[in-house]
C-alpha cells in the first residue's frame, strides 16, 4: 500500500461554509489527482496535477480548486459548501512512468446539510 | 476524449458461481489496468496489461487483453463473499498522460 493521507476522513458542514481537504503523500509522486465519487459509482475527475505550481481542471466540472505549492500536498478548497458537494472525494498520486500504478488515498465522506 | 465502456454495470452471482467483466474501447491502447474498489473503501491496483494477447492470473482472478488491444476481460472462478465490490478498468487518455477509469462493474456475492 501506498503512503497517501487525506484528512479529515468524514466531514458533516453546513450550507456556505468553506472546507479544505488535505490530501498528502511520502512518495515523492510528480502526479497527483482528485477524484469525486459518489458510492460504488463511477470516478469522476475533478483536478489533477504534473508537479509544483502545476493545476489543472479535471472532466468533470467543479466549484472547488486546488493548489500544489509542494510535492507532498495537493489541498482541495471549497469556497462555499453546497449539499450538492455531498460526495466522497479521493485523492490519488502516480509516478510520471506511463505505465505506473496510480495510488488511492482512504478519501474523505463529505455531507453538506 | 478517451472513452472506456464496462459491461455489466451490475452482477449478482450465487456464491460458488463464476464472474466475468469485460472493458471495451473504440480504440487501440497501450496498456489497460485493472482495479477493485471494496464497498465503503478505495480503489485498490489489481494487475496492468501490456500485450497484445496477454493473459495473467492471480489466484481464481484471469485478466485477458484482447488480440487488438482495444478490449479486456476479468474473469473470477467460483466467487467468494470477498470477491464483492466495484471492479474498474483503465486506459491512458489521448496524450498518454492521466488514465480514464471506466463507469465500472459492480459485483454482489450472495451466500
Known amino acids: 500500500e501506498a503512503d497517501i493521507y487525506q484528512t479529515p476522513r468524514y466531514l458533516v458542514i453546513g450550507t456556505g461554509k468553506k472546507i479544505t481537504l488535505e490530501c498528502s503523500q511520502t512518495?515523492?509522486?510528480?502526479?497527483m489527482y482528485w477524484y469525486q465519487q459518489d458510492p460504488g459509482m463511477e470516478l469522476h475527475l475533478i483536478h489533477y496535477?504534473?508537479?509544483?505550481?502545476?493545476?489543472e481542471k479535471g472532466d468533470l466540472s467543479s466549484e472547488s480548486t486546488v493548489s500544489r505549492i509542494r510535492t507532498e500536498h495537493f489541498p482541495l478548497t471549497l469556497e462555499s459548501a453546497r449539499p450538492s458537494h455531498t460526495s466522497q472525494y479521493l485523492c490519488?498520486?502516480?509516478?510520471?512512468?506511463?505505465?505506473?500504478?496510480?495510488?488511492f488515498g482512504p478519501g474523505t465522506r463529505l455531507t453538506v446539510l | 476524449g478517451q472513452q472506456v465502456m464496462q459491461i455489466p454495470q451490475y452482477q449478482h452471482v450465487q456464491e460458488g458461481e463464476d464472474f466475468t467483466t469485460y472493458c471495451n474501447s473504440s480504440?487501440?491502447?497501450?496498456?489497460i489496468q485493472w482495479y477493485k474498489q471494496r464497498p465503503g473503501g478505495h480503489p485498490v491496483f489489481l494487475i496492468q496489461?501490456?500485450?497484445?494477447?496477454e493473459v495473467k492470473k492471480q489466484k481464481r482472478l484471469t485478466f485477458q487483453f484482447g488480440e487488438a488491444k482495444k478490449n479486456s476481460s476479468l474473469h473470477i472462478t467460483a466467487t467468494q463473499t470477498t470477491d464483492v465490490g466495484t471492479y474498474f478498468c483503465?486506459?491512458?487518455?489521448?496524450?498518454?498522460?492521466?488514465?480514464?477509469f471506466g463507469p465500472g462493474t459492480r459485483l454482489s456475492v450472495l451466500p
Open positions: 490519488a498520486t502516480r509516478p510520471s512512468g506511463l505505465t505506473d500504478t496510480q495510488y
Open positions: 512518495m515523492g509522486h510528480d502526479k
Open positions: 496535477s504534473y508537479g509544483v505550481n502545476s493545476t
Open positions: 480504440t487501440t491502447l497501450s496498456n
Open positions: 496489461l501490456v500485450k497484445s494477447g
Open positions: 483503465a486506459v491512458l487518455d489521448n496524450y498518454g498522460q492521466n488514465f480514464v
